[in-house]
Structures are given as C-alpha cells and as structure tokens.
C-alpha cells in the first residue's frame, strides 16, 4: 500500500507546468489528490512522473461575468461555501453535500472530479446540466471541450497527455428556473450508487426547458437527453411524469455487478429522478 | 531515487528531514517525526484513521505527499492537549462518554471534530454525525463518539 516511486516536479507557473507536460513521457498530473493518491498508493498507477500544480494559482479562480469561470484547482471545500457559486449556480452546492467527506473537500479539487471522471461523480454531473464548457491547455495551444463530448468512456476524458484542464466555463440559465439533485450511497460520502440531477423552467404549468443528468449507472455520467425528450414542452404533472419516464429508464444500459444489481440501480434512479423533477419543480 | 528537504511545523515544533517524492505525510510523521498517534488504516482515503489538521483543514495524511506539506503548520493528535497535559474538552469528552475501545480510529476522530467544531462549535447532531462520516469505528457504534462530541460542542461554544 505505497507508492511506487516518482519523480516529483512542483512548478509554479502555467507555463512550466505546460513545458514539463510535454516532455515528460510517462506524467500524471497532481491536483487534490484525492483520487490520484489512493491509486498511486494501491499501485493502480505507477507513473515515472508526477507534476503537482498546486503552486499554480492561476488556477484557483472564481471569475463571474455572463458566464462563471471555475479554475480547475478550485477545491471542493472552496466552492461549498462560495457566495459566487451560492448566487449564480447553487445546485453545486447542493452536489457538493455529498461529494465525500470534509476532510476529502479540503484538498479536492473542480477539476481533479473532472479529469478522474468517476461514473458516479457528482460534479461531472452538474457541469454537464449546464453543458459547460472545459478548457484544456497545452504547450502548443488551448481548445475547447464541450462538456457533453468530455467522457469518451469509462474515466477516460477527452484530454491528452500533454494537456492540462485549466478552467470550467458555466453559463448558468436565466429567468426563473428551479433545481434539483438527489443520490443514494450506502454510507454518506460515498460515490453514488445512482444519482441524478435536475434543471428544470416551468411556464403556465408547461414544462419549458428541462436538462437532466444521471450518474453511477452507467460507464460515464451524462445527460439523459431520451428522458428531457419526452418531458419537453408537457404539462408539468407529476403522476403523468412519473409514467413519462419510464421508457427511457428501461432503456439504458445500467451497471450490474456483484454489490448492486442493474435492476436494483434501475429502481433507484426512477424514484432519484422523480424526487429530483419534483424538488426542482418545487423550486421553480 | 529522487529526495527533497521538507521543513513543517508539527504541533508547534519545527520538524524537518529528508523524504522520497513517493513518502506520504502519515508516513514522514510516523516514521521520520516519531508521531505514532496518527493510525495509517486504509491507506486510500476511506477509513479516515489517519486524519491530521493542515493549516487549519482536517486532511487525510495518507493522501497528501510530505514534500505536499513542506513550510505548513500541522496538528496531530499529540498536538491537541495541552503543553502541560490538560486534555482538550473532545479528549476530555470522549473519556467521559466512552467514546472509544480499541483507540486505532480514535486520533482521527478528534482530529476531525477538532477541526470542524473549531471552524464552528453550534453543531447539530446531524451535522456531528455527516463530520464522522468519513471515519470509521469498528468498536463503539459511534454513540459514544457523537455523545462525546456533542458534549465538548457545548463546552467549546461556551468558550
């Protein structure tokens, strides 16, 4: 249960973190720790290199025009109590409660959830309600992911070796909108047996704008883009609703291992997903 | 094999050495400090017996580098009484409510407690058990742990 051995580089700007990256061959880049390490502990990964970028404070930002603009080194803890993130996008702090324990909140980090891109992680889940935007720097350049095209599959997201998630771009949704966000773990902390999340605009009792989406069930996180199909634009009527959903839940392709059944998940995301239309709605 | 120089301040006291890139901070305390109250269980950040307070944030030691932790002011267990041996109202409370049997998760418990009730002693008992949740006892069945807390809450506030 130790590490193997790594060389360890701390550099202090964006550019040099950028210049290592690119040379070094076998690099795993250092945020929190709080996924990296136990891996690096329990010998999941054993990388030559090990480029912490906590001395770059570039990355730990908070900026709000339109739009927020998260730095990726943000820390849980940080974004919990916020007053930026409280007013403009409050569901984070909602995801948040159950985002592991507060002693795991004091070190990780926005963008080590993102890149660790655990099935069950809950703030992939909110970036993805809002299709934020991630941008990834290099030492040739900077590009643009949209957060729906991020996990290509299991914990695998759309970055490259020599790339560095350096900032989370949320728009958050205008006029009266309400939301929601509903887990279940066996232990409080705990990565999600099934989740799910919900955004929800209601006008004259019509169901204007919907997003929501579902984690711990599948590969990846994602939007549950059949589910906003059909709740689209119908009366906002929550027995209707909790008929409504049951096509798209049978048809996702849900997780089935020796802890927790696919069907027991598919249970559970039903009633998470009502719970959630229904607080969010709540909200409105 | 690649070393640094690390210098911390632990329990008010400079500690420095030399560590590998790869020595994780519970481990520079147990073996290179000598604070063997810090308890290394899981070693992947779930049992949260190995608890210490960095710069003021409840951690877990095990999933922070010492080289992590080079210039910052840590707190330990043995930290957490005071210079002349007067327990702290938690360790003070835990004795009283027998909030411990075996004593390997005890460490992180207060040092979580400490942390969290510092930050702010007015704390339901809800909140007390979400703090906890993170560390695991297999001895007590936490009712003792939260009664324990809650009393040293109550003195805490009063202070």
């Known amino acids: ?284 | 094999m690649q070393e640094h120089e690390v210098q911390m301040h632990v329990n008010g006291k400079v500690v420095s050495g030399k560590v590998e890139s790869r020595t994780h901070l519970g481990d520079f305390l147990r073996q290179s400090a000598g604070l063997t109250g810090t308890h290394l269980g899981c070693e992947h950040g779930v049992c949260g017996a190995c608890t210490v307070i960095v710069d003021g944030d409840a951690v877990r030691s095990c999933l922070m580098l010492a080289v992590q932790a080079d210039n910052c002011e840590v707190t330990t267990i043995e930290g957490i009484a005071e210079a002349d041996g007067t327990l702290h109202p938690l360790q003070e409370a835990f004795r009283n409510n027998h909030a411990l049997q075996c004593g390997f998760c005890t460490a992180g418990m207060i040092t979580s407690l400490h942390a969290f009730l510092s930050e702010n002693p007015n704390r339901s008992e809800t909140e007390i058990r979400e703090a906890i949740s993170g560390n695991i006892c297999r001895c007590t069945g936490y009712q003792g742990i939260v009664s324990a807390a809650m009393e040293a809450a109550e003195k805490l506030a009063k202070r």
């Open chain 1, 1 to 284: 249960m130790k590490a193997s051995a790594f060389t360890y580089y701390k550099p202090n700007s964006l550019e040099d973190a950028l210049g290592l990256l690119q040379n070094e061959e076998d690099a795993k880049v250092l945020a929190g720790g709080q996924s990296l390490m136990p891996m690096l502990n329990m010998r999941f990964v054993q990388p030559e290199t090990i480029i912490d970028v906590n001395g770059i404070d570039e990355l730990a930002r908070i900026s709000v025009t339109d739009k927020l603009e998260i730095g990726a080194l943000t820390r849980q803890k940080t974004l919990a109590k916020d007053p930026t993130i409280r007013q403009h996008l409050p569901i984070m702090q909602e995801a948040l409660t159950w985002v592991g324990h507060f002693q795991t909140q004091s070190r990780g980090t926005i963008g080590g959830s993102l890149c660790h891109l655990d099935p069950a992680a809950e703030l992939p889940m909110v970036a993805l309600l809002y299709d934020a935007e991630l941008q990834v720097a290099s030492a040739s350049g900077i590009r643009s992911i949209p957060m729906q095209e991020w996990a290509l599959a299991y914990m695998m997201p759309s970055i490259s070796h020599d790339e560095l998630l350096t900032k989370i771009i949320i728009k958050p949704w205008q006029g009266s909108h309400g939301y929601g966000f509903q887990e279940f773990a066996r232990r409080h902390g705990d990565f999600a047996i099934a989740a799910a999340g919900c955004l929800i605009k209601i006008d004259n009792n019509i169901i204007e704008d919907i997003a929501i989406s579902i984690g711990g069930v599948e590969d990846v996180p994602r939007r549950f883009t059949e589910c906003e199909d059909v709740l689209r634009a119908i009366k906002y009527d929550i027995d209707d609703i909790k008929m409504q959903v049951l096509k798209p839940l049978s048809k996702i392709n849900y997780l089935d291992d020796s802890l927790v059944t696919g069907a027991y998940r598919r249970r559970l995301l039903r009633g998470l997903l009502i719970r959630a239309v229904e607080q969010a709605a709540g909200r409105s």
